[in-house]
């Protein structure tokens, strides 16, 4: 993950949401099974 | 975040920031026109604000939002804490960090866009916040200090940016050692084609 590879730790992510459904860009989202993410991460001390 | 389905994209950074700041124009002066990714108060329903904290807002930051996710599902903010907001957009998320980090806390709201920065002046002039900078900026090159921030809030960005590692190095740069990230995004699950890729306009709609 590319979090890590910059160096960053501690990475959570929340639940995944389908934020485009419903939206003008459903169809290409859903080509590429794109959702929303809320992540958490750390500068290590 | 998405980094390996998407991968390397061959597209001339200039003319995306034109072609993303053009649309992102549109969101913060005219938020009803409609768009390819949802705006404004449902999407911040869909995205778990509580409705309280959505109501503190100026209804015009409020039609201008646009993210993927909700830097605040972690935990807000501490009082006190400094926060450098990535690409703000319309503030909806910069004005909500404001009042968490209070008085003695400090918001850099960045944004490349320059009708985003003014609504987000704006709005926070119009609530009586005071711990709100706004800056002109890009992600891979934010105008805050090494080791400023406790906290970089950020949402729906960082998709828009063909160099994402040099994103994440430039937070770092950005953060105290211990600080932490709180960011919306997305993740794109499938391999997308590189003519997709290099498809400027497939980048924001």
Redesign the interface.
């Known amino acids: ?3 890590e ?4 730790a ?1 990475i ?1 992510m ?1 639940n ?2 389908d ?2 459904s ?4 459903e169809s ?1 989202a859903k ?15 | 975040m998405s980094a390996n389905p998407v991968g390397v994209a061959r597209v001339d950074r200039a003319v995306l920031r034109r072609f993303i700041a053009d649309k992102y124009a549109e969101v913060a002066t005219n938020p009803e026109l409609g768009f390819h990714f949802h705006t404004g108060r449902p999407l911040a329903q869909m995205l778990g604000y509580p409705g309280e904290v959505v109501d503190r807002l100026p209804a015009a930051n409020v039609r201008s939002f646009a993210g993927t996710g909700n830097p605040f599902l972690f935990g807000d903010l501490a009082p006190g804490e400094r926060v450098v907001d990535v690409g703000c957009g319309a503030g909806f998320d910069a004005l909500i960090a404001a009042q968490q980090v209070g008085s003695n806390g400090r918001v850099v709201a960045v944004d490349m866009t320059a009708e985003m920065r003014s609504k987000t002046a704006d709005g926070a002039r119009g609530m009586g916040l005071t711990n709100v900078e706004v800056r002109e900026g890009f992600a891979e090159s934010l105008p805050v200090d090494d080791g400023w921030a406790d906290v970089i809030i950020s949402n729906g960005v960082v998709n828009l940016c063909p160099d994402k590692r040099a994103v994440f190095k430039e937070m770092l740069r950005v953060l105290k050692p211990g600080g932490r990230i709180q960011i919306g995004d997305i993740l794109v699950h499938k391999e997308v084609p590189q003519d997709a890729k290099d498809d400027i306009a497939l980048w924001s709609g």
């Open positions: 993950m590319l979090l590879q910059t160096g960053f501690d959570v929340s995944e949401v934020v485009f419903g939206s003008k860009h290409d080509e590429f099974d794109t959702r929303g993410v809320t992540v958490f991460a750390r500068k290590p001390r």
